[in-house]
């Protein structure tokens, strides 16, 4: 099983990046996925989801309206489109992969998302 984050860097305030996450060794399509996100000395916390189908999408609140998760499932790719980044933004960003009614799941690696001036 792989999960291989991209699309990371260092953006300006109001900037935009799009992250993917291409998975290999599993099902994809049988996976609900989602990003999370780690900034320094903080907690790990989910950002969006979305469903195996991608019927069913949820935010968190910080990034509603900003952020648009997204998946192929012919290409076993999620992605995370990012509008309007501000530093509080700034953090590693994972995704996670997690078949329903299963214990755990599978993470990426992570890549970085650092936004400032």
């Known amino acids: 099983v792989l999960l291989v984050e991209s699309g990371g860097g260092l953006v300006q305030p109001g900037g935009s990046l799009r992250l993917s996450c291409a998975a290999s060794?599993?099902?994809?399509?049988?996976?609900?996925m989602s990003w999370y996100r780690q900034a320094p000395e903080k907690e790990r916390e989910l950002v969006a989801s979305?469903?195996?189908?991608?019927?069913?999408?949820n935010y968190a609140d910080s990034v509603k309206g900003r952020f648009t998760i997204s998946r192929d499932n012919a290409k076993k790719t999620v992605y995370l489109q990012m509008n309007s980044l501000n530093p509080e933004d700034t953090a590693v960003y994972y995704c996670?992969?997690?078949?329903?009614?299963?214990?755990?799941?599978?993470w990426g690696q992570g890549t970085q998302v650092t936004v400032s001036s």
């Open positions: 979305i469903s195996r189908g991608g019927g069913l999408r």
């Open positions: 996670y992969a997690l078949r329903s009614g299963a214990a755990g799941g599978y």
């Open positions: 060794g599993f099902t994809f399509s049988n996976y609900d």
